[in-house]
């Protein structure tokens, strides 16, 4: 069942430049589905106009059988999706548990247990929950970032370069969790510079160039193609 399909979208951060140009991709219930391309491809700016940060000036974006096109991001959230900015993802003041509560701030029921779903899938932050997130390492703060998201039991997780800036150790650890958390059946769609290594891990993966689909297929057969090798894999 397809569970997200962005269908010919075109959108950017004024009404007279265009960052998108009718791109589309759909993302299957259970899958991981990997966004890949140059910088400025206009990969983060696709998340964005999921998530409703951005208004799509065309196009059609619909969760299951619900069109969300231009939905504000309060709103995009009370439908199921939920989404990590690559920059500014924690609140750096509060703690790791203050972080996890915000992210329930839709929520009236007791989520407690679901905090301590997040500290079974995230150990770390369990042993440290007093501690301030702007006092965490890249990776952990990461992790708290995802944690956050995860709160409202979405059935479709945006993460935007999850592995950036962090160390080599980390970025295998951030991939683990990643399909940790789809295991658990929620979707998931990934941007990511790390090209070679989101493919691995994608049912799906999308290249993207000059806000434009330049290629699809799965993530086994993109990985295979000397094309997307030669061009986005380095070799």
Same mark, same amino acid.
């Given at each position: 069942?397809?569970?997200?399909?962005?269908?010919?979208?075109?959108?950017?951060?004024?009404?007279?430049?265009?960052?998108?140009?009718?791109v589309?991709?759909?993302v299957?219930?259970?899958?991981?589905?990997?966004?890949?391309?140059?910088?400025g491809?206009?990969?983060?700016?696709?998340?964005k106009?999921?998530?409703?940060?951005?208004?799509?000036?065309?196009?059609t974006?619909t969760?299951?059988?619900?069109?969300i096109?231009?939905?504000k991001?309060?709103?995009v959230?009370?439908?199921?999706?939920?989404?990590?900015?690559?920059?500014?993802?924690?609140f750096p003041s509060?703690?790791?548990?203050?972080?996890?509560e915000?992210?329930?701030?839709?929520?009236?029921?007791?989520?407690?247990?679901?905090?301590?779903?997040?500290?079974e899938?995230?150990?770390?932050?369990g042993?440290?929950?007093?501690?301030?997130?702007?006092?965490?390492?890249?990776?952990?703060?990461?992790?708290? /970032?995802?944690?956050?998201?995860?709160?409202?039991?979405?059935?479709?997780?945006?993460?935007?370069?999850?592995?950036?800036?962090?160390?080599?150790?980390?970025v295998?650890?951030?991939?683990?969790?990643i399909?940790?958390?789809?295991?658990?059946?929620?979707?998931?769609?990934?941007?990511?510079?790390? /090209?070679?290594?989101?493919?691995?891990?994608?049912?799906?993966?999308?290249?993207? /160039?000059?806000?434009?689909?330049?290629?699809?297929?799965?993530?086994?057969a993109?990985?295979?193609?000397?094309?997307?090798?030669?061009?986005?894999?380095?070799g």
């Open positions: 069942m397809t569970i997200l399909e962005v269908k010919e979208v075109t959108a950017g951060y004024s009404a007279a430049i265009d960052i998108l140009h009718e589309s991709i759909e299957k219930s259970g899958d991981i589905v990997s966004i890949i391309g140059p910088n491809a206009g990969k983060s700016t696709l998340l106009a999921i998530f409703g940060i951005l208004k799509p000036n065309n196009g974006i969760l299951k059988e619900d069109d096109t231009g939905l991001p309060d709103k959230a009370r439908k199921g999706i939920s989404y990590v900015p690559q920059v500014n993802n924690v509060m703690t790791i548990q203050e972080n996890l915000m992210g329930a701030f839709i929520r009236t029921d007791d989520f407690s247990r679901r905090i301590e779903e997040i500290y899938l995230f150990p770390v932050l042993e440290r929950h007093k501690q301030k997130a702007g006092q965490l390492s890249g990776g952990q703060r990461q992790m708290v /970032a995802m944690g956050r998201a995860l709160m409202l039991d979405p059935q479709l997780l945006l993460l935007d370069e999850p592995s950036a800036g962090l160390a080599p150790n980390l295998d650890m951030i991939f683990e969790k399909k940790e958390i789809n295991a658990t059946g929620v979707s998931i769609a990934i941007v990511e510079q790390n /090209a070679r290594e989101a493919l691995k891990m994608a049912d799906h993966g999308y290249v993207l /160039a000059m806000g434009k689909n330049v290629l699809d297929d799965t993530g086994d993109l990985l295979a193609s000397e094309e997307v090798g030669r061009l986005y894999l380095g």
